[in-house]
């Protein structure tokens, strides 16, 4: 088995390094160049949209986590997103060290900042956002574009490796979570 590598910042709100990989659930779709696909199909050189625009990705790894290994370590569980909890036109389940990004009007007016990168781990509890046990092996892929991306998965925006959205305290993070969906944001949004 292929050990996960974290990302820059894997270090989440209590301060104690990550096991589970930064990085995307097979099944889960991912917004290249021409459509949504899967990101177990995506390969060395494909086209993902990115907040940079369109860029190839320059490494894939794929890493599987045993669920046998799993059964005790309730921190590397995945985190079920349920529909529109991110603006997300579908059920999503993500890395609890995978970071999302926030952003609008009301962000700004909470957090102070137009941008906030949170730890998906530190939203759950709101929202309906839970974590789940895994009934099987968690098969995971890593993308790497050799520089600091945000890339669409699902209608969320995903930080790959350190970006450049402010990362706040817990609380802060939560608070703007809690006040933007008290605005109605994030929009549902479609993929394409």
């Not at 990705?57 to 590397?76: C, G, P, Q, S, V």
Request: hydrophobic letters at 45%.
């Amino acid at each position: 088995m292929a050990k996960p590598v974290p990302s820059k910042r894997s270090m989440s709100a209590a301060g104690r390094d990550d096991h589970a990989p930064c990085a995307f659930l097979i099944g889960t779709r991912v917004a290249t160049a021409d459509d949504m696909r899967n990101v177990e199909m995506l390969e060395v050189g494909d086209r993902v949209r990115t907040t940079a625009g369109p860029l190839e990705i320059a490494r894939i790894e794929r890493t599987i986590m045993r669920r046998l290994d799993l059964i005790y370590r309730r921190d590397d569980w995945p985190v079920r997103v349920p529909v529109g909890s991110l603006g997300n036109p579908g059920p999503l389940r993500l890395s609890p060290a995978q970071r999302v990004v926030l952003d609008g009007p009301t962000v700004e007016r909470v957090a102070g900042m137009p941008e906030i990168s949170v730890s998906i781990r530190d939203l759950v509890g709101l929202r309906g956002l839970i974590v789940e046990r895994p009934i099987a092996d968690l098969h995971y892929t890593i993308l790497d574009f050799g520089r600091p991306v945000v890339v669409v998965a699902e209608g969320v925006a995903c930080e790959i490796q350190a970006g450049d959205a402010a990362i706040v305290e817990r609380d802060a993070a939560r608070a703007a979570y809690m006040a933007m969906n008290a605005e109605g944001e994030p929009r549902l949004r479609t993929l394409r």
